[in-house]
């Protein structure tokens, strides 16, 4: 056939991902409806642009990417079908590619953020059938026009998997019953699909990271048909089993970094608040909220059906617009909530400990304890604007879902998690994100002296934060105060650290609790309650597994630390602080002998080191030991403090170094302040240590 006759009937679309791509006019005809140019509206990633500057690509260039997939696949699969004498029909073809072309065309704004945002909003796979085969819709037209007046009908079947009987669990088929629509169950949407390749190598291209740099080549090479026991299975031929498994690996971690994003997954959950407080707004007085609502959106706010006329005319520009009208609305809480989407006025995150449903439970409940002292009372934190929380769960593959099956050299067939040393399905993820926006707190109604109650809250979320609560530090003893001199003068020496060095100085008095056995000094744990400055702090400090080291190691000290503002002293008082991190006190045993058992007075300076991103704080510390017994002893330390990331750990080590080489009288110490107060001033406590 010649060449320019060819290029005559169609078009090549260039797609900075594939390259160029050639559209007979029977498809092209499909991408010139409205429904389908629309997708050049609504984004591939929802928000995520808000995160990757780069993620600006649409659900149009995705669909013409899984297109050019599925040709790519179609053309591999046809010398197979044909071994087998199973002939390929044009018609068959033609379904098979109209599907990749179409699989998206039911994504409202936002892709799954809008319909998860509206009440009894159908899903966009309803919205894609609807689209198909509506007599109003314009690709519903096209297709009979283009190609048969019942294929509209065939291709929602193959979109809907009806024609593939999903109870036979879409694995396999009967060596008597083999048709295009079974390979099609493992090609169009499975775990193994046009759609998935497309958008992992187009979503790592436009959000700049790695890992979803696949071969799509050779995962289509790796595929074939086989038949097993009588069954034809659609298989992967165990040489490409790395491959597979990079393409799994490559789906997990874009899930980690990219579409489960914290600000991605933020942002949508605002824009679910953003409807919701709009409906709300919607059906009372005051307000212009419904003089700018379109007419279909204004149907889906009152429960009513739109046409697909009215749902198309919907996309992400419709929506930006209507966000940023709003920005201007009366309530504050809209237009707040509007410019967290057009402005990027993100909330702030919290980050509550190990992210534990326990974890989070416990710190809603002390925030509500917290709200409710000042005049305002939650119920539902799901209808509170000032907060958000979402949890997320992936994996790396799904086994009763459309199985991956991996032929062996040996002729049989399994299961990949069966074959692979990698591949689990027991390797699940779960993310789970909460957020609170002080500035959209402010504006609940009944909540009585606001800064007060947004003060508790920040100290709230400081002890809950897991940062906060892993003490690694150097700490060293010395019985003469002039060390203090020589250590500034080391460090102003060095240059290596700016060095904020305050003249002042405080006072703070610890006291120390115990059990009548020394429970806690026998698990390295401690338990404190400090006054200073006429405020009153809990400390709990216990074990890290870092901290399993030798007593006389020259190491670092780590341990997990918790601290809380509370009224008093009194043990009783603070109970539920005390036990929610030292639970073995709850014990009534424990808790009736549970009582003080050393107090440290401790007369501290302190300074701050920084260089560029790391920071130490350096206590200076003249310490007096009294027990309960009321013998009385003293001594010098210094505590050196990493008040950065981790990762700096390194920096305390060189700095620690550096200072001992310079200052032999420096003597490195592992124990608590605890610790050493009792075996300073009781007698017999070398026995304690035999105790545990």
């Known amino acids: 056939m010649d060449k320019n006759f060819t290029m005559s009937k169609g078009k090549t679309i260039r797609d900075p991902v594939h390259g160029d791509i050639f559209f007979p006019n029977k498809f092209l005809n499909i991408i010139d409806t409205p429904e389908f140019q629309r997708l050049r509206r609504i984004h591939q990633l929802s928000v995520a642009y808000l995160v990757f500057p780069g993620a600006e690509h649409t659900r149009f260039s995705h669909s013409i990417g899984t297109y050019y997939i599925m040709q790519k696949i179609i053309e591999h699969f046809k010398p197979i079908m044909e071994s087998i004498n199973l002939e390929l029909k044009e018609r068959d073809i033609d379904l098979a590619l109209v599907a990749a072309l179409l699989h998206d065309i039911g994504h409202g704004p936002f892709s799954h953020a809008f319909e998860k945002a509206i009440p009894n909003n159908d899903s966009h796979e309803v919205w894609t059938i609807k689209i198909i085969l509506s ?62 390749m497309d958008y992992l190598v187009r979503d790592t291209k436009y959000t700049g990271v790695a890992f979803g740099n696949i071969d799509i080549e050779r995962l289509i090479s790796s595929m074939t048909l086989t038949v097993y026991k009588d069954n034809y299975y659609v298989c992967v031929v165990d040489k490409y089993l790395p491959d597979i498994e990079n393409y799994l690996l490559a789906r997990y971690h874009m899930h980690e970094e990219v579409y489960l994003h914290d600000v991605k997954c933020e942002m949508e959950i605002v824009i679910k608040k953003i409807l919701k407080r709009a409906i709300q707004l919607y059906g009372s007085e005051g307000n212009s909220v419904k003089d700018i609502i379109p007419r279909p959106l204004l149907k889906l706010f009152e429960g009513k059906e739109i046409s697909i006329t009215e749902y198309i005319s919907l996309d992400d520009n419709v929506m930006l617009s209507i966000f940023s009208k709003w920005m201007e609305e009366a309530d504050p809480i809209l237009n707040k909530l509007c410019s967290c989407i057009i402005d990027r006025e993100k909330y702030n995150k919290v980050k509550i400990l190990n992210n534990t449903e326990r974890d989070i439970c416990e710190f809603k409940k002390e925030l509500t304890e917290i709200l409710s002292r000042h005049d305002y009372h939650v119920e539902d934190y799901e209808n509170e604007f000032f907060w958000l929380e979402s949890t997320e769960r992936y994996s790396i593959y799904k086994k009763n879902t459309d199985n991956i099956w991996i032929l062996k050299n040996d002729g049989t067939i399994n299961d990949i998690c069966n074959v692979s040393k990698i591949i ?269």
């Open 424 to 692: 689990n399905e027991r390797l699940n993820g779960e993310k789970t994100m909460t957020f609170i926006n002080y500035d959209i707190l402010k504006e609940m109604k009944g909540l009585s002296d606001r800064d007060s109650a947004i003060n508790d809250i920040k100290n709230l979320i400081k002890i809950y934060n897991n940062r906060n609560h892993i003490e690694i530090e150097k700490k060293y003893i010395f019985d003469n105060c002039k060390v203090f001199d020589q250590v500034l003068k080391v460090l102003s020496e060095w240059n290596e650290y700016e060095v904020n060095n305050s003249e002042c100085s405080k006072i703070q008095t610890d006291y120390y609790y115990d059990t009548d056995d020394l429970y806690l000094f026998n698990q390295n744990k401690t338990l404190r309650f400090r006054e200073i400055d006429n405020q009153t702090k809990l400390t709990i400090k216990t074990p890290t597994k870092a901290n399993s080291i030798p007593e006389n190691a020259d190491s670092q000290n780590e341990r997990f630390e918790y601290e809380a503002v509370v009224c008093s002293q009194n043990k009783d008082e603070n109970k539920h602080h005390i036990v929610k991190y030292l639970p073995e006190l709850d014990a009534e045993d424990r808790w009736e002998n549970l009582n003080k058992s050393l107090t440290v007075i401790n007369d501290r300076k302190e300074i701050h080191l920084y260089k560029n991103d790391v920071q130490f704080e350096m206590a200076f510390d003249n310490v007096k030991y009294l027990s309960e017994n009321g013998k009385e002893e003293s001594d010098y330390q210094i505590e050196i403090e990493l008040k950065s990331d981790y990762i700096h750990r390194i920096n305390l080590k060189i700095l620690t170094d550096y200072l001992e080489k310079n200052i032999p009288e420096l003597t490195p110490m592992n124990e608590s302040k605890y610790k050493r107060g009792l075996k300073l001033t009781e007698k017999g406590i070398e026995e304690v240590y035999s105790m545990k």
């Open 135 to 196: 007599h109003d819709s314009n690709i519903n037209r096209v297709l009979k026009k283009n190609f048969d007046e019942r294929f509209p009908e065939d291709l929602a079947d193959i979109i809907r998997k009806e024609r593939l009987v999903r109870k036979d669990g879409l694995k396999r088929r009967s060596t008597d019953n083999i048709d295009l629509f079974f390979i099609l169950s493992a090609l169009i949407s499975s775990q193994l699909d046009a759609d998935r």
